[in-house]
């Protein structure tokens, strides 16, 4: 990866980085082939605060034909494949990705072979260290241990089945399976930490007391020849299998150190309100765009070429809020990580920057809540075209493990070709970055209240069914020129609060709309996350196709379609009935 | 910095909220004033002492230190359009109250109540925050905060008239009363029109405010020595009333509200120590770190200017009509005055401030306003009227533009606090205004001008040795457009 000056970066996340000592040897022992591999990647700059380091164990197994080229495959392709996943994925997800891609292929090559037995199978044991986590990824009998003051402590848990004293089998592998568990786990990581990978050649024949002793006091740079050492005693002790083992000790972990982040991130200071014609780092101001308490968005020019580009400012209300200025540096990364045509798409300047700004392409266009106010009844197909667009979009983001959060017609610009381009990604969640530790107390967004799911606003953990909620509201305000709910959402508070709410269909408002959108619709806004719609595509496609449970929804009987008017219906009847019968009684 | 705000521009949402804000607060001046104009028919109804007179003013302001407190708490969990609605609403009660009062006793409980309505100022300036982008606002606080005082010259202006076209020995009565009428139905009308925010605005988790965090030790015990003044001010306005002086209050009442105020007080110091001692122990950050020194420079200045300017509208109609032996409305009419430079003269200091200096600029307006007062202690029934309402005006223009330059430094301090800041000094005006009113209850008027006049010279000495020009950065455009940045040190 390369690194212009322009390129935002999370770097104050890399303040003080990750330094670790290492040491691994892997040898055939008393076998003809040394069927275990190991790998350790520690990479440099931005990607070790992103990805952080890793190392992997593996041992192919001996029964399968091809355990070698197994073993060799699964750590060569675990550390190329991890440190190619978006930057925005979280350790856990890429790990994961990376396996089952792996997973399949030696699945695939082992069903080559007639017999199943003869496959390309594997153990595998990764350790990932990020920030200040340890991440563990554990298939088979390798195992990870941790070394902390003066304590062995195993991390995992063999898979394995002892068929008798001296033999087991294992239950786990990679390739055995298209379908694969691995084992995840995430512990805090301590200065000073001594992780340890292991083989069954070793652990299977050296005590654990043994194991200990050989990492009492071992000196810096000594970690290699402490493996070779630990290596010898196993063949010594009787193993006949091939041995490897891995050691690696945080020298130093990122900085928890406030001041040092807080001064990485003010490095560049807040550029002045900006009025027309004002030229800052060779982009002419033509004028402004938006204005917020939190930022200001002005249309610029480059002066040499005269590209036209969109410029975001920090507001002056937080020059000193260390919180929001990492948001701020965020929001530039996280824009230059999706890439699709309905994002707007940041721009990388090819000049350094003398303040605090990032710029993004010019969209000639009007924003969602302009247009819908221009358009205050669309054709159902034409908002549909367009609602269909923002889902792509937001896909866009989820795909980056990212969350929007903060979803709004103001958010939507539309170009006059009618192509949608989401902007705003000042209240996005990245799973990759809120695991990187940081001494600063992160800004935790709320979205719009109009806009944004109940989850948010009751403070429980927003997921991609929250944007989907947003996307709903979108539609239904556009489809019906009316918030649903009838705009209470916006004043909601409480799960009651909520769930008091009562939907009214959109077909009331504009009878061109088919009762299967309305399904959609109601769907995509129900309170809990978990009955609305899988994904945002899946709501734009019942936008498109018509449900068919949605139609039967107006065959049912009106008990099952409003129970609450029914009864309310029936006690009033019976009321009435009695107060008739008592004047008849009492007459 | 600042770009103008178009204020007649009422298709915009944030313009028309700014007019809302500023007629809101407007109308609590007019209520928590209303008395003033009006004193000397209500010293005729009631046959009042000199010194009861005295202590009405001073009952007026005294409720408003806490108040400001209770009602940020409140803005902070209800938000401004509720508060705002609410208050003007109930402060119409304690109008009323005080204008049908039957009893001395009455008139100065409804006059302490309505002390409450003087914390109104704290509600706009939130509404307006949320409202403006950061070019903007200071502009925007300016004409809410400048408007919105000139509700006391609108009282000292209007009222007297209006007791006079309702005529009898009751007019002042309904006078007070329908100004109370005014912000009640305006209360409805704010509820029904204001919003927090902008529509469509983004949220956040807002973070805990608790009490102002300092940098060191030091400035923690001059903090807390700072918060004294506020119970001091107190502490002689029961006294005031005690048996020994007005006797309003009965000797356990008193006692106990002594008793109450030391309480409070270590309550309050607790709370601070609560606040700091985490951060005390380990080192405040770098970045986190201020002289809280330049906070209390900024109290006194507000203590000197506005809690002057609240005193000095309270006395003057009275003060003229006593002077020159002239009738109410004339005396609203010139006491007027004073208030009606508020207009420009506030939002004119923060200009000043912004292309003088901070530091200069206070310093020359508190230098201003002291030779200001010590005109108007100069001032008897021998000088022409015209000659002493230019003193007045002349005087108060320094004293509202001092206002402005001070709220135009309190943001630079250090951003993230401006809340806190800004509530400190705010609640020092209002010690400042108890205080002088206090000290008019022992003196004559020319002995409390020259009073003022002095704590301004000693004001003008703090500001000017510790006060420090803000940090920052000044930017530079070249002839060709291009924006430099210099960092001052």
């Given at each position: 990866m390369t690194e212009n000056p322009g390129t935002p970066s999370p770097s104050h996340l890399g303040c003080g980085k990750l330094a670790l000592d290492l040491g691994q040897y892997s040898d055939a022992g008393r076998k003809p082939d040394n069927e275990d591999a190991i790998g350790i990647r520690l990479p440099e700059g931005v990607l070790l605060g992103s990805k952080g380091a890793a190392a992997v164990i593996a041992d192919g197994i001996s029964a399968a034909e091809a355990g070698k080229e197994a073993s060799q495959t699964a750590v060569t392709g675990f550390l190329t494949d991890y440190f190619s996943t978006p930057e925005t994925w979280s350790a856990r997800k890429s790990g994961g990705q990376v396996l089952t891609s792996l997973n399949r292929w030696l699945y695939n090559r082992g069903r080559s072979y007639a017999d199943s037995t003869r496959g390309y199978l594997t153990t595998f044991s990764a350790l990932v260290l990020k920030s200040r986590q340890a991440h563990i990824f554990h298939v088979g009998d390798s195992r990870i241990y941790r070394y902390r003051g003066g304590e062995l402590l195993q991390l995992t848990t063999d898979h394995s089945m002892p068929v008798s004293e001296n033999h087991a089998y294992l239950t786990r592998a990679l390739g055995m399976d298209v379908h694969l568990e691995v084992d995840y786990r995430c512990e805090p990581v301590e200065q000073g930490d001594l992780y340890v990978l292991t083989t069954?050649?070793?652990?299977?024949?050296?005590?654990?007391?043994?194991l200990a002793a050989f990492l009492e006091d071992a000196g810096a740079g000594e970690l290699e020849s402490i493996c070779q050492r630990i290596a010898h005693a196993a063949l010594a002790a009787g193993s006949t299998d091939n041995i490897s083992c891995q050691l690696l000790r945080v020298e130093t972990l990122p900085t928890a150190d406030i001041d040092d982040v807080v001064s990485q991130l003010t490095e560049l200071h807040f550029p002045p309100l900006l009025e027309p014609d004002m030229i800052l780092d060779g982009y002419r101001v033509i004028r402004e765009l938006h204005a917020s308490t939190r930022s200001q968005v002005y249309h610029v020019e480059d002066v040499e070429s005269g590209e036209q580009f969109c410029m975001k400012t920090p507001s002056v209300n937080f020059e000193d809020d260390p919180a929001y200025i990492e948001r701020f540096v965020m929001e530039s990364w996280i824009g230059s990580r999706i890439h699709s045509p309905y994002v707007v798409r940041v721009v990388e300047p090819p000049r350094a920057k003398s303040c605090l700004y990032y710029l993004t392409e010019y969209v000639a266009g009007i924003t969602l809540s302009r247009w819908m106010l221009e358009n205050p009844r669309p054709q159902v197909e034409e908002a549909v075209y367009l609602i269909e667009q923002i889902a792509k979009g937001v896909r866009a983001f989820h795909r980056r493990e990212t969350l929007h959060q903060d979803l709004k017609p103001d958010n939507i610009l539309i170009d006059r070709h009618g192509h949608i381009k989401l902007v705003d990604f000042g209240a996005c969640h990245v799973a990759g970055i809120s695991e990187i530790s940081t001494p600063l107390q992160r800004d935790i967004p709320l979205g719009t209240a109009n806009y944004s799911a109940p989850e948010h606003t009751l403070g429980a953990r927003p997921g991609y069914q929250s944007d989907q909620f947003s996307l709903a509201v979108i539609s239904y305000e556009m489809l019906t020129g009316k918030q649903p709910f009838g705009g209470k959402l916006e004043n909601c508070k409480s799960r009651r609060a909520y769930l008091a709410t009562r939907y009214t269909e959109s077909y009331r408002y504009n009878p061109h709309i088919p009762h299967w959108v309305d399904g959609a619709l109601r769907k995509g806004l129900r309170f809990e996350p978990e009955r609305r719609h899988g994904d945002v595509m899946e709501f734009a496609h019942e936008l498109k196709h018509p449900n068919p449970r949605y139609l039967e929804y107006d065959r049912r009987p009106l008990l099952q379609r409003d129970p609450l008017r029914v009864w309310k219906a029936l006690c009033g009847a019976l009321l009435l009935a009695q107060l008739a019968s008592l004047y008849f009684l009492f007459r | 910095m600042s770009s103008p705000v178009k204020i007649l521009n009422f298709s915009d949402p944030a313009i028309r909220t700014l007019h809302l804000g500023w007629f809101a607060f407007f109308l609590t001046f007019v209520v928590w004033f209303s008395h003033a104009p009006l004193l000397a028919h209500i010293r005729e109804a009631f046959t009042l002492s000199d010194q009861e007179v005295k202590a009405l003013l001073i009952l007026n302001v005294a409720l408003t230190i806490p108040a400001r407190i209770v009602i940020g708490m409140l803005v902070d969990r209800f938000g401004p359009r509720i508060v705002f609605s609410a208050l003007l609403m109930i402060s119409a009660f304690f109008c009323w109250g005080f204008a049908f009062a039957t009893s001395y006793e009455m008139l100065a409980l409804f006059r302490f109540l309505g002390g409450f309505v003087g914390a109104g100022f704290v509600i706009g300036i939130r509404l307006v925050g949320e409202w403006f982008p950061a070019r903007q606002v200071g502009m925007a606080q300016g004409i809410y905060g400048g408007w919105g005082n000139f509700g006391s010259a609108a009282a000292a202006m209007t009222l007297p008239t209006i007791a006079l076209l309702y005529g009898g020995d009751d007019g002042w009565r309904y006078a007070i009363a329908t100004a109370g009428l005014i912000a009640f139905l305006y209360g409805i009308f704010f509820y029904i029109r204001a919003r927090n925010?902008?529509?469509?605005?983004?949220?956040?988790?807002?973070?805990?405010?608790?009490?102002?965090?300092?940098?060191?030790?030091?400035?923690?015990?001059?903090?807390?020595?700072?918060?004294?003044?506020?119970?001091?001010?107190?502490?002689?306005?029961?006294?005031?009333?005690?048996?020994?002086?007005?006797?309003?209050?009965?000797?356990?009442?008193?006692?106990?509200?002594?008793?109450?105020?030391?309480?409070?007080?270590?309550f309050q110091t607790s709370q601070i120590w609560k606040v700091n001692k985490d951060n005390l122990k380990d080192g405040v950050p770098e970045y986190e770190r201020y002289k809280f020194r330049q906070v209390a420079a900024l109290?006194?200045?507000?203590?000197?200017?506005?809690?002057?300017?609240?005193?000095?509208?309270?006395?003057?109609?009275?003060?003229?009509?006593?002077t020159f032996e002239l009738d109410a409305v004339y005396a609203g009419l010139l006491a007027?005055?004073?208030?009606?430079?508020?207009?420009?003269?506030?939002?004119?200091?923060?200009?000043?401030?912004?292309?003088?200096?901070?530091?200069?600029?206070?310093?020359?307006?508190?230098?201003?306003?002291?030779?200001?007062?010590?005109?108007?202690?100069?001032?008897?029934?021998?000088?022409?009227?015209?000659?002493?309402?230019?003193?007045?005006?002349?005087?108060?223009?320094?004293?509202?533009?001092?206002?402005?330059?001070?709220?135009?430094?309190?943001?630079?301090?250090?951003?993230?606090?401006?809340?806190?800041?800004?509530?400190?000094?705010g609640a020092f005006g209002n010690v400042g205004a108890v205080t002088y009113l206090t000290v008019l209850s022992f003196v004559d008027n020319s002995t409390f001008f020259m009073v003022i006049a002095g704590s301004a010279a000693i004001c003008f000495f703090i500001v000017q040795f510790l006060l420090e020009e803000p940090s920052g950065q000044m930017r530079e455009v070249l002839p060709d457009g291009t924006v430099q940045l210099i960092d001052v040190a």
């Amino acid at each position: 990866m390369t690194e212009n000056p322009g390129t935002p970066s999370p770097s104050h996340l890399g303040c003080g980085k990750l330094a670790l000592d290492l040491g691994q040897y892997s040898d055939a022992g008393r076998k003809p082939d040394n069927e275990d591999a190991i790998g350790i990647r520690l990479p440099e700059g931005v990607l070790l605060g992103s990805k952080g380091a890793a190392a992997v164990i593996a041992d192919g197994i001996s029964a399968a034909e091809a355990g070698k080229e197994a073993s060799q495959t699964a750590v060569t392709g675990f550390l190329t494949d991890y440190f190619s996943t978006p930057e925005t994925w979280s350790a856990r997800k890429s790990g994961g990705q990376v396996l089952t891609s792996l997973n399949r292929w030696l699945y695939n090559r082992g069903r080559s072979y007639a017999d199943s037995t003869r496959g390309y199978l594997t153990t595998f044991s990764a350790l990932v260290l990020k920030s200040r986590q340890a991440h563990i990824f554990h298939v088979g009998d390798s195992r990870i241990y941790r070394y902390r003051g003066g304590e062995l402590l195993q991390l995992t848990t063999d898979h394995s089945m002892p068929v008798s004293e001296n033999h087991a089998y294992l239950t786990r592998a990679l390739g055995m399976d298209v379908h694969l568990e691995v084992d995840y786990r995430c512990e805090p990581v301590e200065q000073g930490d001594l992780y340890v990978l292991t083989t069954d050649g070793i652990h299977d024949t050296l005590p654990t007391a043994d194991l200990a002793a050989f990492l009492e006091d071992a000196g810096a740079g000594e970690l290699e020849s402490i493996c070779q050492r630990i290596a010898h005693a196993a063949l010594a002790a009787g193993s006949t299998d091939n041995i490897s083992c891995q050691l690696l000790r945080v020298e130093t972990l990122p900085t928890a150190d406030i001041d040092d982040v807080v001064s990485q991130l003010t490095e560049l200071h807040f550029p002045p309100l900006l009025e027309p014609d004002m030229i800052l780092d060779g982009y002419r101001v033509i004028r402004e765009l938006h204005a917020s308490t939190r930022s200001q968005v002005y249309h610029v020019e480059d002066v040499e070429s005269g590209e036209q580009f969109c410029m975001k400012t920090p507001s002056v209300n937080f020059e000193d809020d260390p919180a929001y200025i990492e948001r701020f540096v965020m929001e530039s990364w996280i824009g230059s990580r999706i890439h699709s045509p309905y994002v707007v798409r940041v721009v990388e300047p090819p000049r350094a920057k003398s303040c605090l700004y990032y710029l993004t392409e010019y969209v000639a266009g009007i924003t969602l809540s302009r247009w819908m106010l221009e358009n205050p009844r669309p054709q159902v197909e034409e908002a549909v075209y367009l609602i269909e667009q923002i889902a792509k979009g937001v896909r866009a983001f989820h795909r980056r493990e990212t969350l929007h959060q903060d979803l709004k017609p103001d958010n939507i610009l539309i170009d006059r070709h009618g192509h949608i381009k989401l902007v705003d990604f000042g209240a996005c969640h990245v799973a990759g970055i809120s695991e990187i530790s940081t001494p600063l107390q992160r800004d935790i967004p709320l979205g719009t209240a109009n806009y944004s799911a109940p989850e948010h606003t009751l403070g429980a953990r927003p997921g991609y069914q929250s944007d989907q909620f947003s996307l709903a509201v979108i539609s239904y305000e556009m489809l019906t020129g009316k918030q649903p709910f009838g705009g209470k959402l916006e004043n909601c508070k409480s799960r009651r609060a909520y769930l008091a709410t009562r939907y009214t269909e959109s077909y009331r408002y504009n009878p061109h709309i088919p009762h299967w959108v309305d399904g959609a619709l109601r769907k995509g806004l129900r309170f809990e996350p978990e009955r609305r719609h899988g994904d945002v595509m899946e709501f734009a496609h019942e936008l498109k196709h018509p449900n068919p449970r949605y139609l039967e929804y107006d065959r049912r009987p009106l008990l099952q379609r409003d129970p609450l008017r029914v009864w309310k219906a029936l006690c009033g009847a019976l009321l009435l009935a009695q107060l008739a019968s008592l004047y008849f009684l009492f007459r | 910095m600042s770009s103008p705000v178009k204020i007649l521009n009422f298709s915009d949402p944030a313009i028309r909220t700014l007019h809302l804000g500023w007629f809101a607060f407007f109308l609590t001046f007019v209520v928590w004033f209303s008395h003033a104009p009006l004193l000397a028919h209500i010293r005729e109804a009631f046959t009042l002492s000199d010194q009861e007179v005295k202590a009405l003013l001073i009952l007026n302001v005294a409720l408003t230190i806490p108040a400001r407190i209770v009602i940020g708490m409140l803005v902070d969990r209800f938000g401004p359009r509720i508060v705002f609605s609410a208050l003007l609403m109930i402060s119409a009660f304690f109008c009323w109250g005080f204008a049908f009062a039957t009893s001395y006793e009455m008139l100065a409980l409804f006059r302490f109540l309505g002390g409450f309505v003087g914390a109104g100022f704290v509600i706009g300036i939130r509404l307006v925050g949320e409202w403006f982008p950061a070019r903007q606002v200071g502009m925007a606080q300016g004409i809410y905060g400048g408007w919105g005082n000139f509700g006391s010259a609108a009282a000292a202006m209007t009222l007297p008239t209006i007791a006079l076209l309702y005529g009898g020995d009751d007019g002042w009565r309904y006078a007070i009363a329908t100004a109370g009428l005014i912000a009640f139905l305006y209360g409805i009308f704010f509820y029904i029109r204001a919003r927090n925010t902008p529509k469509g605005s983004t949220y956040f988790k807002p973070k805990r405010h608790g009490g102002l965090e300092v940098s060191s030790r030091g400035d923690l015990l001059f903090y807390i020595a700072m918060t004294l003044p506020l119970y001091i001010a107190l502490a002689v306005l029961t006294w005031k009333l005690s048996p020994i002086n007005l006797g309003l209050l009965s000797q356990t009442a008193t006692s106990s509200l002594y008793a109450l105020f030391v309480v409070l007080f270590l309550f309050q110091t607790s709370q601070i120590w609560k606040v700091n001692k985490d951060n005390l122990k380990d080192g405040v950050p770098e970045y986190e770190r201020y002289k809280f020194r330049q906070v209390a420079a900024l109290n006194w200045a507000y203590f000197v200017t506005f809690g002057s300017e609240l005193a000095v509208v309270s006395m003057l109609p009275l003060f003229f009509m006593d002077t020159f032996e002239l009738d109410a409305v004339y005396a609203g009419l010139l006491a007027s005055g004073f208030a009606f430079m508020n207009l420009v003269a506030r939002p004119g200091g923060g200009y000043l401030s912004d292309t003088f200096g901070r530091k200069r600029s206070l310093a020359i307006l508190i230098a201003g306003l002291t030779l200001g007062y010590l005109v108007m202690s100069q001032v008897d029934s021998g000088w022409w009227i015209p000659a002493a309402v230019a003193a007045t005006m002349a005087c108060s223009f320094f004293v509202q533009a001092g206002e402005g330059a001070v709220f135009a430094v309190v943001p630079l301090i250090k951003r993230r606090m401006t809340g806190q800041i800004a509530g400190m000094t705010g609640a020092f005006g209002n010690v400042g205004a108890v205080t002088y009113l206090t000290v008019l209850s022992f003196v004559d008027n020319s002995t409390f001008f020259m009073v003022i006049a002095g704590s301004a010279a000693i004001c003008f000495f703090i500001v000017q040795f510790l006060l420090e020009e803000p940090s920052g950065q000044m930017r530079e455009v070249l002839p060709d457009g291009t924006v430099q940045l210099i960092d001052v040190a």
